[in-house]
């Protein structure tokens, strides 16, 4: 049931209450709860810093006095009283993944609503927060970065460089390494410093994997700063031991919150939380968490974002005819030219498209092929970039959330009709049947999903249509249409109680076309259905795939990148409503589940 709002406040903040979560890969979360006896709908999540647990954060919901607020904090896994290896993760990206569970588990649990919450995320938690908040664009009040860990002072020379080396030799096993951080360089305040340096349950060591990713994380969310709306609060200290200050004023300044409020505490170490005089920062704080609940929720804006159409804009005009940066891509272009055709993906792309379903079909079979060994070995390489490693992963998640939209139909007793609009060769959708005709010959009663897959390219439809054949699937019907084309969708029988939109958007810049093809899917699909949709936030080589490589016209392969809210916004415009995003560990590509909004 949804808590009420009230404007009495208790006198005394309530004990907290110790719960656990179980994620979905099986790992459980402890976490604790400070729920005030007064019903409220208001809420404030704690994220603590590295090595540390919620534990170390009950004395700073105390001196918080916001009684009528209710407020979580978590032990991240490998923390605390959480499981798992102490300090290890799969990768960072994996933290901010757990978050948009945690904070979904607040929501249904306890009843919670996002837009109701503001986030505080200390240090490496800082970092957590803001990633989540970038890459999954959540719909929550405002954001609070104390000391936020963008770039960790290690003083060993050459220190990155060794643990990258490191880690590539042995990817497969788990290297750690530890904190050189003792409590009296946190804080001033000798029983807090003394409290850090005995706690048993603080771990000095981090996994090696997740710090290079934290690492990386941080220079994407520094670089792509402006994409970030959220209202935000950032606090640090002028003579933090632990991370960089300038990074943080930079980070700050690039990002692009309508209110945003940043303070810089003289004197005090890392841990400004603790810190002597610690009451104006946490005065800060709550005068802050206040302010977001006074204010009216933000809505969803689906204009054009405008550092991504800048960006748009600039990558179609060509670099002067003396400049380092185009000699650098004309070189890079005329090897792939030459060379590169030795490889048997970049051949493809050459003849068919880099965007061309043909290249999406190799890439997602990702088994090097090419002339002599120097083919092969480039060929590797090439199918190990950033991109395409984002490209299969996106393949993964469209297939998992399409299982979980099968799943969601099925339970009403409905067979899932399925709709591709720009299906490409159907790769994923007729993967994830194959698998769900498994399921129907092991469980009689599961009804068989049909599927409608469309494609703009006759190539790709003959393409899919013989897949489909060739693994036994008669409920697939393929078929050439234009995404774009709004009266195409009238007629489609049965109609669809899930469709899915991927790899399409970020290849046309106008969002009147976006909102065309979403136009369209709402008004055929079944009421309460499904959509899946793909969004492209972020690509660290968009300029060099705009200068060098071809799409499938032949053209410069000039991508759009939208941010994850204005995709968000879009979508909502349309008449759909996100459940949850799924992401890659780089941050490339995201895949989202929504349901079609009811009609008032």
């Known amino acids: 049931m949804m808590n009420v709002l009230t404007h009495s406040e208790p006198a005394t903040r309530v004990a907290a209450s110790e719960h656990t979560l179980t994620l979905e890969d099986g790992s459980e979360l402890f976490y604790r709860a400070w729920i005030p006896r007064e019903p409220t709908r208001k809420s404030l999540v704690l994220f603590h810093r590295g090595h540390e647990h919620s534990g170390r954060l009950e004395d700073v919901v105390r001196e918080l006095h916001l009684n009528d607020v209710a407020i979580f904090a978590w032990d991240a896994r490998g923390h605390g009283r959480s499981n798992g290896p102490r300090g290890w993760a799969p990768g960072f990206s994996c933290t901010a993944r757990d978050a948009d569970e945690f904070m979904r588990h607040i929501y249904y649990t306890h009843g919670y609503r996002p837009e109701d919450a503001v986030v505080l995320g200390h240090s490496v938690g800082a970092v957590t927060v803001a990633e989540w908040v970038h890459d999954y664009a959540p719909r929550i009040r405002a954001m609070i970065l104390v000391t936020p860990a963008l770039r960790i002072r290690l003083y060993v020379p050459f220190a990155t460089q060794a643990l990258r080396l ?12 530890s904190s050189y951080v003792k409590g009296h360089l946190l804080t001033h305040d000798e029983e807090q410093a003394r409290r850090y340096d005995e706690d048993s349950l603080i771990s000095k060591r981090i996994a090696v994997n997740v710090l290079l990713e934290l690492g990386d994380t ?20 002028a003579s933090d031991w632990v991370v960089d200050l300038g990074v943080e004023r930079e980070f700050f300044e690039r990002l692009g919150s309508p209110v945003k409020r940043m303070r810089v505490f003289d004197g005090m170490y890392h841990d400004i939380l603790h810190e002597k005089g610690r009451r104006v920062v946490l005065n800060d704080i709550k005068v802050f968490v206040r302010g977001a609940f006074a204010r ?19 990558l179609r005009r060509p670099l002067p005819l003396i400049s380092p940066k185009r000699l650098w891509f004309a070189s890079q272009r005329a090897f792939m030219k030459t060379t590169g055709r030795l490889s048997d993906g970049i051949r493809l792309g050459w003849r068919s498209g880099f965007d061309s379903g043909s290249m999406l079909d190799y890439v997602y079979e990702n088994r ?22 984002g490209i299969r992963q996106r393949k993964l998640n469209v297939e998992r959330l399409l299982h979980e939209a099968v799943e969601r139909v099925s339970e009403t007793g409905t067979p899932a009709h399925i709709l591709d609009v720009a299906t490409g060769q159907g790769r994923y959708v007729i993967d994830t049947l194959t698998a769900s005709l498994t399921v129907s010959h092991r469980l009689r009663s599961v009804p068989q999903p049909t599927a409608l897959l469309r494609d703009y390219d006759s190539t790709n439809v003959e393409a899919a249509r013989t897949l489909a054949v060739q693994r036994g699937l008669k409920g697939i019907k393929c078929e050439q249409a234009d995404a774009f084309d709004e009266a195409s969708y009238a007629s489609l029988d049965p109609r669809p109680n899930i469709a899915i939109v991927s790899g399409l958007f970020e290849l046309f810049s106008d969002n009147a076309l976006v909102r065309r093809c979403l136009d369209g899917i709402v008004s055929a699909i079944d009421e309460e259905g499904y959509l899946i949709y793909t969004g492209q936030p972020w690509h660290p080589q968009i300029e060099m795939i705009a200068r060098v490589l071809t799409n499938r016209n032949g053209e410069p392969w000039i991508m759009r990148r939208r941010t994850q809210i204005e ?21 490339i590509f995201t895949v989202s589940l929504a349901t079609k909004l009811k009609r008032r």
């Open 166 to 177: 490191m880690n590539a030799l042995f990817r497969k096993r788990r290297m750690f390494v």
């Open 218 to 237: 941080a220079k994407r969310l520094l670089a792509d700063a402006g994409a970030i709306r959220m209202p935000a609060l950032v606090l640090a200290g």
């Open 296 to 314: 009216e929720e933000i809505p969803l804006d689906a204009g054009d974002e405008e550092s991504t159409r800048d960006e748009y804009d600039r």
């Open 368 to 389: 090097a092929r090419g002339k002599l060994f120097v083919g092969r070995l480039m060929d590797r390489v090439y199918l190990n970039s950033a991109g395409w490693a």
């Open 567 to 587: 995709l968000d916004a879009l979508v909502h415009e349309a008449g759909f409503e996100k459940i949850r995003t799924r992401v890659d560990k780089r941050g």
